[in-house]
């Protein structure tokens, strides 16, 4: 009697279309991990120490554009409120 069987699953065997065979089509990476040094699998404290030398060693001139960009817009912000800026200039 086939009214207790259940039916079995269907297995299929999907391979993408342009899959290259690397590794799994269906990882999840982030793009700039290879990049990266704080991602490794380590223990807390060696994550904390890559994280604290990725920190020490960034680049003076990205720090210094990202400076300048955020001075400007509270700048910008700042005139949008009609804030006196007067005080900041003789």
Known sequence: MG????????????EPRYYKGESS??????????QRVT???TNLKGTFKNALNDVKNTDR????????ILVILV?????FIDFDLTLFFN
């Open 3 to 14: 009214l207790f069987k259940l039916r079995k699953n269907k297995k299929f065997n999907y």
């Open 25 to 34: 089509p269906f990882e999840i990476k982030h793009k700039f991990d290879d």
């Open 39 to 41: 991602v490794q699998k």
């Open 61 to 68: 001139q990205t720090s210094r554009r990202i400076g300048i």
């Open 75 to 79: 700048f910008i912000f700042l005139w």
